[in-house]
């Protein structure tokens, strides 16, 4: 008997006892469809969190100006500390080092952003006192928009001639449009506020030119969600609110796609260290967090597989429940095996058969299985914020071993069946 007739055999067997075959079914459907289910909702949560890294410049490469160093590893004393150890101005890096990083990596430099710390102020429209927002006060260099994925939805946003003439203008975010202007954009834009630096007299004025889009948050953004007010304002346009906003403490490069960070990283290093190497009291690390985010990644990875074997426990249990079935059926059809066998049906004739009967029972349940997770796990992304598919090879992977599940399963069954005397198998009841 050659596999082809195996096969229909099986299937018409199956076919005659549909209310058994359903319910041996459902075991393995309940099994590969949680881990389906599991494997989807990882995949949801990894790209949130990707995409969340991404977003904060996490994934961008750090450079900072440091105190150097003496030979025993201390830092040393500058000729010309800062405030409170703090980098003093004319130690800073500034848009002409930015420029020229620009010009001296072509094609790899895509986006360079200032790492300045916002301000909290008190925002009132024009001079009236009332109403007021406490807000963030941001300076922005002309790649942040870009870096940061920061939407315009009304108005515009800034452009070159705006950091070039230190235009005193802004953009704000939704938070302050509705607690300044009714939430109307139209009576926003336009709008003169004045910023005063809380606790102090330092006041100034800005006209607004932008307002930030509705940003669309996933659950995980949402648990850590502090949005406030926010006024951002060209870098040029910072000075009283942000003294000395045009030199900078630190940048974040953010590398064009494909450029290979192993190969870069050290060249931005000497670049940097060309531009200080006069400077007896600080030098400039460049520090890259892709190891740190690639372990990152492995971990979630190592997390949802472990998650998905523990979800695989109960596909077990259904191969079990296969097996179980699969011994009531050869007992139910021990006379078919003895007219078989005398017939001239082979032993590996019979266990082929009940092999492929608990093989096609998994994969049926299987397949199932994995359009049901499927369907679960992308209505459970969809609610979390990131619609995904479960991986290809979590789907391969799971029907593979519903296939090796009716294998070991079914084998026990199909071995006895195989065993059975003919005669025996003839005469019994």
Same mark, same amino acid.
């Given at each position: 008997?050659?596999l082809?007739?195996?096969?229909?055999?099986?299937?018409?067997?199956?076919?005659?006892?549909?209310m058994r075959?359903?319910?041996t079914?459902?075991?393995v459907?309940v099994?590969?469809?949680?881990?389906?289910?599991v494997?989807?909702?990882?995949?949801?949560?990894q790209k $949130?969190?990707?995409?969340?890294?991404?977003?904060?410049?996490?994934?961008?490469?750090?450079? $900072?100006v440091v105190?150097?160093e003496?030979?025993?590893?201390q830092r040393q004393?500058p000729?010309?500390?800062g405030?409170m150890?703090?980098?003093?101005?004319?130690?800073?890096?500034?848009?002409?080092? #930015?420029?020229?990083?620009?010009?001296?990596?072509?094609g790899?430099?895509?986006?360079?952003?200032?790492s300045?710390?916002?301000v909290?102020?008190?925002?009132?429209?024009?001079l009236?006192?009332?109403?007021?927002?406490?807000?963030?006060?941001?300076?922005?260099g002309?790649?942040?928009?870009?870096?940061?994925?920061?939407?315009?939805?009304?108005g515009?946003?800034f452009?070159?001639?705006?950091?070039?003439?230190?235009?005193?203008?802004?953009? #704000?975010?939704?938070?302050?449009?509705?607690?300044?202007?009714?939430?109307?954009?139209?009576?926003?834009l336009g709008a003169?506020v004045?910023a005063?630096?809380?606790?102090?007299?330092?006041?100034?004025?800005?006209t607004?030119?932008?307002?930030?889009?509705?940003?669309?948050?996933s659950?995980?953004?949402?648990?850590g969600?502090?949005s $406030?007010?926010q006024?951002?304002?060209p870098?040029?346009?910072?000075?009283?609110i942000?003294?000395?906003?045009?030199?900078?403490?630190?940048?974040?490069?953010?590398?064009?796609?494909?450029?290979?960070?192993?190969?870069?990283?050290p060249?931005?290093?000497?670049?940097f260290?060309?531009?200080?190497?006069s400077?007896?009291?600080?030098?400039?690390?460049?520090?890259?967090?892709r190891k740190?985010?690639d372990?990152?990644?492995?971990?979630?990875?190592?997390?949802?597989?472990?998650?998905?074997?523990i979800?695989?426990i109960?596909?077990?249990?259904?191969?079990?429940g296969?097996?179980?079935?699969?011994l009531?059926t050869?007992?139910?059809?021990?006379?078919?095996?003895?007219?078989?066998?005398?017939l001239?049906?082979?032993r590996?004739?019979?266990?082929l058969?009940?092999?492929?009967?608990s093989?096609?029972?998994?994969?049926?349940g299987?397949?199932?299985?994995?359009?049901?997770?499927?369907?679960?796990?992308?209505?459970?992304?969809k609610?979390?914020?990131?619609?995904v598919?479960?991986?290809?090879?979590?789907?391969?992977?799971?029907?593979?071993?519903?296939?090796?599940?009716?294998l070991?399963f079914?084998?026990?069954?199909a071995?006895?069946?195989?065993?059975?005397?003919?005669?025996?198998?003839?005469?019994?009841?």
């Open positions: 008997m050659n082809g007739e195996s096969i229909s055999l099986a299937v018409t067997s199956l076919r005659a006892n549909k075959s359903v319910l079914l459902l075991g459907i099994g590969i469809s949680s881990v389906i289910i494997l989807t909702l990882g995949a949801s949560l $949130q969190l990707y995409s969340s890294i991404e977003a904060s410049g996490a994934n961008d490469t750090n450079v $900072q105190q150097r003496d030979d025993k590893g004393e000729q010309y500390p405030m150890g703090d980098v003093p101005v004319r130690d800073q890096l500034t848009p002409d080092d #930015v420029r020229a990083l620009k010009a001296a990596f072509p790899e430099v895509s986006l360079v952003t200032y300045m710390w916002g909290q102020v008190t925002i009132t429209p024009g009236d006192s009332s109403p007021e927002s406490d807000a963030m006060f941001t300076p922005i002309e790649d942040y928009i870009a870096a940061k994925d920061l939407q315009v939805g009304a515009r946003p452009d070159l001639a705006d950091f070039d003439s230190g235009a005193r203008v802004a953009i #704000v975010n939704r938070d302050l449009v509705k607690e300044l202007f009714h939430g109307q954009d139209r009576e926003a003169s004045s005063v630096v809380t606790g102090t007299n330092t006041v100034s004025s800005y607004i030119v932008g307002v930030e889009a509705p940003r669309e948050q659950w995980i953004e949402g648990l969600d502090f $406030q007010p006024l951002y304002v870098y040029t346009a910072a000075d009283p942000v003294p000395d906003a045009t030199s900078f403490r630190s940048l974040s490069v953010r590398t064009a796609p494909g450029v290979d960070m192993s190969s870069l990283g060249r931005l290093e000497q670049f260290n060309s531009r200080y190497d400077n007896p009291d600080y030098r400039v690390t460049v520090s890259d967090f740190e985010f372990t990152f990644r492995k971990v979630l990875n190592t997390i949802s597989a472990g998650l998905s074997a979800a695989g109960s596909l077990l249990v259904g191969g079990i296969v097996m179980n079935i699969m009531v050869v007992t139910e059809r021990t006379r078919e095996i003895g007219i078989r066998k005398a001239g049906a082979r590996r004739d019979i266990r058969q009940f092999v492929i009967e093989m096609i029972i998994c994969l049926v299987g397949i199932i299985g994995v359009l049901f997770g499927t369907a679960i796990g992308m209505i459970g992304a609610l979390m914020g990131q619609l598919g479960p991986p290809i090879w979590g789907v391969l992977i799971s029907l593979l071993f519903s296939l090796f599940i009716g070991f079914g084998y026990h069954p071995n006895k069946a195989a065993k059975l005397n003919p005669l025996d198998a003839l005469r019994y009841e």
